[in-house]
């Protein structure tokens, strides 16, 4: 599968083909053949809102799973708040995705349950919405093999979306198994599909291309900010030498 918006949207249809009916963590047990999409965003609000626009087009609906503790992007700006807003705009639900390796030493599971309520309460702060569901960032081999129970929150890495549904990921712009084939032979009654908004683009880029041009955009997108608030920034560093 290409990592292109239209394959995505082609993934779409032939879920929709296959008699999938589109749920999230908290309304999948109303039918017995259904998929859930989930999407962590791991270092672009931007990417997470073109895909999200792409799923509207197709009339589907998804949930984005945000980062609170992240040097790649700030959920609490004035940009990333609109930008988490207009995912939901688009009929998408917003979750947390919880990185455990911010938290030193490594929590207990009492702790750990404890410190995802926290997050999930400032997220929903800044989006004045409910958020009740999580995903793990890099998750640790104790919460994989364990059973992390959040009260108030569905837990994404709970058992019964790995033993009731087929998981497929396309973590490190790899499908592990050849998603398309999977959906086609329509084996599995439940799916449950992890992608990452920032991988997908209008034409197929490798891995390569995509993380260099993401990087090299940290200059111009840091140029821009400096724009907004110091006064002529042309007259001190110029604009040239970033957009190049």
Known sequence: MKFTYEAYKALLALLKKGGYAFRNY????????CVILRHDIDFSLESAVRLAEAER???VSSTYFVLLRTDFYNPASRRGTAALRRIQSLGHEIGLHFDERAYLPELLPDQLA?????ESGILSALLGTPVSTVSMHRPSRSTLEGELLIPGIVNSYGKIF???FKYLSDSRRSWQEPVED?????????LHILTHAFWYHEKDEDISRT???FIRSA??????RMAENITDIESIFPK???FK
């Not at 404890?114 to 926290?118: F, K, L, N, S």
């Not at 200059?219 to 821009?224: F, G, I, L, Q």
């Open 114 to 118: 404890r410190a995802v309520i926290e």
């Open 240 to 242: 040239s030498e970033v």
């Open 26 to 33: 908290h309304n999948y047990g109303d039918t017995s053949r």
């Open 57 to 59: 087009k197709a009339g």
């Open 219 to 224: 200059n111009r997108e840091r140029y821009r």
């Open 211 to 213: 993380a260099g041009d």
């Open 162 to 164: 790995f033993r009731d």
């Open 182 to 190: 999977i959906v086609r032979s329509g084996e599995y009654e439940r």
